[in-house]
C-alpha cells in the first residue's frame, strides 16, 4: 500500500516540476518577445552585428574566407525544406 502512495506521489512531483517547467519557458518567451516588441534588443543586435565587422570597412565581415559561406549554408537550414526534414527525421526515430 505505502508502495503504490510512493509511485502516485512520485507521479505527481514529475508532473509538476513539468508544468512548472513549461510554464517558466513561456514566461522568458513573453519577456523576450515584450523586449523586443519595445525596441530594446535593436540596440544590443546593432553592437553584435558591428563587432562582427571590420571596423574600416563594414561591408567586409570578420573572419576566415570559408566562413560566410558556411552561415549562409546554416542559414539556410531554418528554411521551410531544412525544418521539414528535420522533423521528419525526428518524428521517424520515436
Not at 502512495?5 to 519577456?31: E, H, N, P, T, Y
Not at 561591408?59 to 537550414?77: C, H, K, S, Y
Amino acid at each position: 500500500m505505502a508502495l503504490k502512495r510512493f509511485r502516485a506521489l512520485a507521479s505527481d512531483r514529475k508532473l509538476i516540476v513539468i508544468f512548472g517547467l513549461a510554464a517558466l519557458l513561456v514566461l522568458i518567451a513573453a519577456r523576450l518577445a515584450s523586449e523586443v516588441l519595445e525596441g530594446e534588443a535593436f540596440a544590443i543586435d546593432t553592437r553584435i552585428m558591428l563587432a562582427l565587422r571590420t571596423a574600416g570597412n563594414l561591408a567586409q565581415p570578420v573572419g576566415p574566407a570559408w566562413l560566410l559561406p558556411t552561415m549562409r549554408d546554416i542559414t539556410a537550414i531554418g528554411g521551410v525544406t531544412g525544418l521539414t526534414l528535420v522533423t521528419v527525421l525526428a518524428a521517424g526515430g520515436l
